[in-house]
């Protein structure tokens, strides 16, 4: 046991450095006890003088009164030094007074022991009794120094050892037996207690170290960064405040301890914001359900200037689940909160207009489809006519300066509604209305703001919109299906004349759905080589020599049967599957020319969208080289609407070089003009059946003014839908140079051309219409 002792006091060994600290503090824990601890000492001393000692024997009561007198009085004025704190207090003449008063009192109880233990038989039972009380309390009583506490065991167990050896009674073998394993078990006592007290004195210094240690980092936290420390109990008061949380909130010290975390906030006008609400709103939920939280952002008032914090925090909960408050970290986050919502505001602008964006514009009509009560919101798209002509003619920045000038005038008329940039010449609006109150009249005063003309830079520019819009609840309840349904309404109104409101119905949902379909069919179609060419001979007016076949598309539907163009070209252009629907069409066409008589041509149709496309000059080339058919056999037919691009009127010089001809479809029905013909390289004419069908003075009149001037531009004639004879012999009058049409013949499939280049065959070798004769 004494082993284990030793082996405890060595690992509490302590270093050099703190082993004065810890004698100071060996010392006043004994000084501290001292005077209590003599008083009862000195008691069962005195009771001993003065009932033990004969009365006769003056002289040893006054001896012992005086020595327990002079330890008092040291005891005494040793632990009013230690209270008052004295400055020239020694404590190593602390411990040589506490060891004076340890020997004198031992060496006193001995003497007295020794002077009245041969007495009577009834004083040795007292004396023997008082001896072990007055042992095991001093033990006791001087625990803290080891020294002190041995010494004054030992004085009196040897004391007492050499008066019991000195005596002949017969029971003394027996109690000096018993004083040796009263010795030792005090010594045990002693060492133990001595050395509980060091390792308990090593866990408070080491507790008291890390408390330091987290105080300067807590402080160096505080006071180096924007943070800062909160603590409150379970009522809600602060238990923890510091001059940084003090500085951020705008209070003193005193005035945040004399309130609860809520009155702080209160103070703080924390719910004078729509955010701030939501903030306590979270608060309290977290509160009440006692869980932690992080980075909840609030906002509150400090000195009138609004600020935003950051809080986080968890609960004090003790082991038996008692509430004990909440300890977190607060940190003031105003410049990048005000940066972050700049960022956000950004996002949801647009740049150019100052307008929400899209993504602006889906929020809101989120919020105001979830705001909704009795009434309706609808979404509307509001689409400029003919807009990118103004980039194409005047530039880009005329181009802006319009779209801010249109910006301006619909957010004169927008009152309630919201007014967003979607992107392009696109804009979007959201209003709330009663149900029952007239939709277009709502969005068609839009329209009639745009009506008076605009100047820009200079420019006087005529502006024309077409609106498309769709309802909630009617239409749909979620926010990007009613945005699609009110594209689809204005597709739909563009479609049927422009410059008009639109609204969403359910049969515009259904075509569509048929144009999807009809999307993923053309492209099944494509792959599985479902189309075919028929061929409509084009044939000399004059000689009724065939010249050339154009190529009309056909689809072979594996349901619905044969197709003619005008049932999947327009979706095919819309999805942009005319591309590579255009380029089986020329790839078909080409092979097909490349095996036909000599000298007869083949045209083929082009959509605008192929002409756009950046790959439509390389798609030819590669045709024509693949398929060896000569440039020259070769005649591509476009629309004069489809030639607004830069790049695609230099595609088509490029293939005007190579020998390859150009065909203009339609002219006389359109946007035509002589710029145009100037402008683009044409060859042939193509002058619409529509004026050749009626055969009435004035149309004819037109045929013919159509014929001189191609002839003054140096450009072939070509009369298209000629059905009769009379219709035949007329274009011939007008001297139209070539002619196509049912008379003529009806688009041939692959099989009933080669019947139709047996028929037509001269002995010439020459193929000769048989019906074309000039009267």
Not at 314 to 330: C, N
Not at 360 to 384: M, N, P, S, Y
Not at 626 to 643: D, F, S, Y
Request: charged letters at 20%; glycine letters at 8%.
């Amino acid at each position: 046991m004494l082993s284990s002792v030793r082996q405890t006091s060595r690992r509490a060994a302590l270093p050099e450095s703190e082993r004065s600290d810890f004698f100071r503090r060996q010392v006043d824990e004994a000084v501290t006890v001292a005077p209590l601890a003599n008083f009862a000492i000195m008691a069962g001393i005195s009771s001993v003088l003065v009932f033990v000692i004969p009365p006769e024997q003056h002289l040893i009561r006054w001896v012992g009164a005086v020595a327990i007198l002079l330890v008092f009085l040291n005891s005494t004025y040793t632990w009013v030094s230690l209270r008052q704190k004295r400055a020239q207090r020694s404590v190593r003449r602390d411990y040589i007074g506490l060891m004076f008063e340890v020997v004198v009192l031992g060496v006193l109880d001995v003497v007295l022991f020794a002077l009245l233990f041969s007495e009577t038989a009834t004083d040795d039972v007292i004396l023997i009794a008082t001896m072990a009380g007055l042992m095991g309390a001093g033990t006791i009583n001087f625990y803290t120094l080891r020294s002190a506490s041995l010494t004054w065991i030992y004085i009196h167990g040897v004391g007492l050892f050499i008066i019991f050896l000195s005596h002949t009674k017969p029971y003394l073998s027996v109690l000096m037996l018993q004083l040796v394993i009263y010795t030792f078990a005090l010594t045990i006592g002693a060492l133990y207690l001595s050395a509980s007290f060091k390792r308990r004195w090593l866990a408070e210094m080491q507790a008291e170290s890390e408390r330091q240690t987290v105080a300067l980092l807590l402080d160096g936290f505080e006071g180096g960064s924007r943070d800062w420390l909160w603590e409150v109990d379970a009522a809600g008061r602060f238990t923890h405040t510091s001059p940084r949380f003090a500085e951020v909130t705008g209070l003193a010290v005193g005035e945040l301890q004399d309130r609860t975390f809520d009155q702080m906030l209160d103070q703080l006008a924390i719910t004078s914001s729509a955010e701030g609400r939501k903030a306590v709103d979270l608060l309290v939920d977290k509160f009440e359900r006692q869980v932690p939280f992080g980075d909840l952002v609030v906002s509150v008032r400090v000195d009138g200037v609004c600020r935003w914090w950051s809080l986080s925090a968890k609960p004090r909960i003790r082991e038996d689940g008692e509430m004990l408050g909440w300890r977190g970290v607060g940190s003031d986050i105003t410049e990048w909160y005000v940066r972050e919502q700049d960022i956000l505001r950004q996002a949801e602008t647009d740049a150019l207009t100052g307008l929400p964006n899209r993504r602006a514009f889906g929020q809101a009509l989120e919020q105001a489809i979830a705001d909704r009560d009795e009434g309706q919101v609808h979404v509307a798209i509001l689409d400029l006519d003919n807009f990118k002509s103004v980039n194409d003619t005047l530039g880009h920045p005329v181009g802006d300066g319009l779209l801010l000038a249109v910006t301006e005038r619909l957010c004169a008329v927008a009152d309630s509604d919201v007014c967003a940039r979607m992107g392009g010449d696109e804009f979007g609006f959201i209003a709330r209305m009663p149900a029952g109150q007239s939709e277009r009249g709502a969005f068609e005063r839009y329209l009639d703001v745009l009506r008076d003309p605009f100047f820009v830079d200079g420019n006087r520019i005529e502006v024309r919109a077409t609106i498309g819009f769709a309802t909630n609840p009617n239409d749909s309840a979620d926010v990007d299906e009613l945005v699609m349904l009110a594209d689809l309404a204005l597709y739909e109104a563009k479609s049927t004349g422009r410059n008009r409101v639109g609204r969403f119905s359910p049969a515009l949902r259904a075509r569509a759905s048929e144009r999807a379909t009809a999307q993923q069919e053309l492209a099944r179609g494509i792959a599985a080589d479902q189309f075919e060419l028929h061929y409509q001979p084009q044939v000399d007016a004059a000689t009724g020599q065939v010249v050339a076949f154009e190529a009309l598309i056909r689809w072979n539907h594996p349901v619905r049967g044969q197709l003619g163009p005008r049932q999947f070209i327009g979706v095919a252009e819309e999805t942009g599957m005319i591309i590579p629907l255009g380029a089986r069409a020329l790839a078909l066409a080409c092979t097909a020319a490349a095996n036909w008589p000599d000298g007869i041509a083949v045209t083929v149709n082009v959509s605008s969208v192929q002409l756009v496309s950046t790959g439509f000059l390389a798609t030819v080339v590669d045709v024509l080289r693949t398929t060896g058919l000569e440039p020259h056999l070769l005649q591509v037919e476009i629309t004069e609407t489809g030639v607004v691009d830069d790049r695609a009127v230099t595609d088509l010089h490029r293939l005007r070089e190579l020998g390859v001809t150009v065909a203009l479809d339609d002219f006389g029905t359109g946007y035509s003009s002589f710029a145009t013909l100037q402008r683009l390289p044409i060859d042939v004419l193509k002058i619409d059946r529509v004026f050749i069908v009626d055969c009435a003075d004035q149309p004819m009149a037109v045929v013919q003014s159509v014929v001189e001037l191609a002839g003054t531009l140096g450009m072939k004639s070509l009369a298209e839908g000629v059905e009769t004879a009379v219709q035949l012999r007329r274009v011939q009058a007008a001297r139209c140079q070539l002619v196509q049409g049912f008379y003529i013949s009806k688009p041939l499939d692959a099989a009933n051309l080669e019947e139709y280049f047996a028929a037509t065959k001269t002995e010439s070798g020459s193929h000769i219409h048989p019906f074309v004769r000039f009267p």
